[in-house]
C-alpha cells in the first residue's frame, strides 16, 4: 500500500489524496509520498504538510471545515425534465 | 531427443517368413553408436503431458499438433493478461468542486467510483460508465438534489493518462458547492473507492 498526497491544498484547506492498493502509483509532479508508518491525523485530508525530498517529513491537524447536509429530498420527474430541457433558464 | 547414430545408416536384415511367399520380417542392422530417442507416443505426447494441457487450456490433446495449438492459443490469452493492468486505491474528499483530475500509471477503461457508507447523488453506490454519448462525452455521472439535476462529465487525457472530472449543470439553477463536490465525487471528508482496469 502506497499514499500520496498533493503538496499543495485546495481553497479549503484539503489535499488531494491517494491510497494506493493495487498496482503502481502514478508519478505525479507536485504530489508527496506518506511514509508508511505515518499516522494520519484524524482531520485528513485537511492537514499541514512538510515535504522533504518528496517525502512528507511531517503532518499536523487543522480545522476541519463543516460538512455540508446531505441531499434531503429528492426533485420530482417534472422538475428533473425541466432541468434537462432547460426550462425556466 | 537425441538423433539415432548408424554406423552402417539404412542397412537391414530381410528374413523370409516360412509358409508365405513374398513376405519378409526385417530389423535394422545399421549398428547404431548412439540408438536416439525413439518416435512413438511416449515421445511425442505422453498421456500426463495431453492431460495436463487439457487441464490448462480445457481441451485434451490427441496430437502433438493439437497441443502446440491449445498451448499458442493458451499464451495468447496470457499475453492479453499480461498486458492488462488493474489498480484500485481511495481518497478522502475535500469537499473542491473544481475540476477533479486522477492520474493513472496505465489507459483506464473502465472505472468504478465507489462512496464508503453512503450514496453518490441518486441513491446509488456504484457507478460505472455512461455509454449514452461516447462521441463527445465518454461517459457521465448524474446526480440530483433539491436544487436540480446536476452531472459530472468525465474527459480523458492520453498523453498524461488523466481522467478528469468537471461539473456540469442548468446554468439557471444555485447549486450549492456541497452540492458540485457531491457530483464530482468529492465530498469534504467522504471516502472513496476506485478501481479501475485498463492496457499498459
Redesign the interface.
Known sequence: MKRIIKIES???G???????????????DGWAEIPEEMILPFS???VDIEVEDGIVASMTQRE??P?????????TTD??L???L?V?? | MQDRVSTYPGRITLTPVTGESNTYDWARADDPTVDGTPLNKATFLPDAVASAIGALTGTTPSLPSEALDALTTALDTMGLLYNSKITAFSYVGTGSSSTRTTTFSFHPRIVFYIKENGYIGQNRQIYTSNSENTSTVPWQIWIYDSTGGAFCTFSYSEANKQLSRSFNGSAALPYSTATKAEALMNTSGKTYYVVAFGVK
Do not use: K, R
Not at chain 1, 484539503?14 to 505525479?28: F, K, L, S, V
Not at chain 1, 460538512?67 to 426533485?75: A, F, L, R
Open positions: 485546495n481553497e479549503f484539503g489535499h488531494d489524496n491517494m491510497t494506493i492498493y493495487t498496482g503502481d502509483a502514478p508519478e505525479i485528513f485530508p485537511f476541519v471545515p460538512s455540508p447536509p446531505e441531499p434531503e429530498e429528492q426533485p422538475e428533473i425541466d432541468a434537462l432547460g425556466g433558464e
